[in-house]
């Protein structure tokens, strides 16, 4: 019989590589690692990894098996929750991945209110971009993630075994410099900064942002890109290029020295919450769902 313990492990050594760094990340020894793995290998009846050197590498049925403990995993972790709930057990655990301009606009007053509302829930934290964190989501590394996709992305059907829940349409505002020659204007047309020097943000962003250029006319000359939203207010503030960035971006960073302007056509993200269907019924994983929503409403 394959047990829970077992598909951890055997996940963690597939993630590290080896059982010493496998027994590190999960606060046990490396002979009760192999030990573990020995014992999932019996009752497997073949071997699932095999050593390469200094790592450990899956063989076929090893690659098969970590393939499915993700769905495995979070189908326990979701009974497990909602037994403690049904059971009166005011307590649950519920790990969130954001994008940095969630983290500091949405995540604070959300999770500030489970906190007031749910004391024995435990929530925690980690950034990383979509898609990376959609991917965290669908591996069992999370509970619930911040995602977004700019509207009209041709992978309308990647997020078709989640569960979405809708936070808000984000539009995309232009950044310059104070003293540049459309500060103040109110708004522009991206064709009217074709001949400038950009900064550009994540890859993600990056890739929207040419798009959208080219959509204009024109591909833009990309001097400067950083996944720091506040590194692109200070290169759009020194006069190095100009930018465009989520509202929510520029609202989570002082915008000092840069003139905002909104862009035409409008240019628009949808951000979401997504969680994996077993885990949408868990009691703490819905409760953190709709403080996100009530937090994307204010």
């Known amino acids: 019989m394959i047990e829970a313990r077992h598909l951890r492990i055997l996940r963690a050594v597939a993630g590290t590589g080896s059982f010493s760094a496998a027994a590190r ?16 290998e019996q009752s497997a009846g073949t071997p699932l990894l ?29 009974a497990e929750e909602e ?22 606009t949405l995540v604070p007053t959300a999770l500030a209110a489970m906190r007031a509302g749910h004391p024995g829930t435990r929530i925690s934290l980690v950034e990383a971009e979509p898609p990376r964190s959609v991917e965290m989501l669908r591996e069992g590394d999370c509970d619930v993630a911040l995602a977004f996709r700019y ?21 995309l505002v232009g950044l310059v410099p104070e003293g540049h020659r459309l500060a103040g204007a109110g708004r522009v047309g991206m064709a009217e900064l074709a001949d400038e020097p950009w900064i550009a943000g994540c890859p993600r962003c990056r ?8 959509g204009a006319g024109f591909t833009p000359r990309i001097d400067f890109a950083t996944d720091d939203y506040p590194a692109v207010v200070g290169l759009v503030g020194a006069g190095l290029g100009v930018a465009v960035l989520p509202e929510l971006a520029v609202e989570s960073v002082r915008a000092k020295g840069v003139s ?30 709709g403080e996100l929503v009530r937090a994307a409403a204010r």
């Open 25 to 40: 990340e999960l606060g046990c020894t490396q002979p009760a690692v192999s030990q573990q793995m020995k014992a999932l």
């Open 50 to 78: 095999v050593r390469a050197g200094r790592e450990m590498r899956l063989t076929q049925a090893g690659e098969a098996l970590v393939r499915h403990a993700a769905g495995i995993l979070a189908g326990l972790t979701a």
């Open 83 to 104: 037994v403690a709930a049904i059971a009166g057990l005011r307590a649950g655990r519920v790990r969130l991945v954001s994008f940095p301009s969630g983290s500091s």
């Open 151 to 171: 509207a009209g992305a041709s992978a309308v059907a990647e997020w078709d075994d989640l569960v979405v829940t809708p936070l808000l349409t984000d539009r």
């Open 207 to 214: 890739r929207h942002l040419v798009e959208v250029c080219e």
């Open 260 to 289: 905002t302007l909104a862009v035409e056509p409008a240019v628009e993200r949808e951000v979401v919450a997504l969680t994996l269907p077993d885990l949408a019924r868990v009691p703490a994983v819905a409760a953190t769902l």
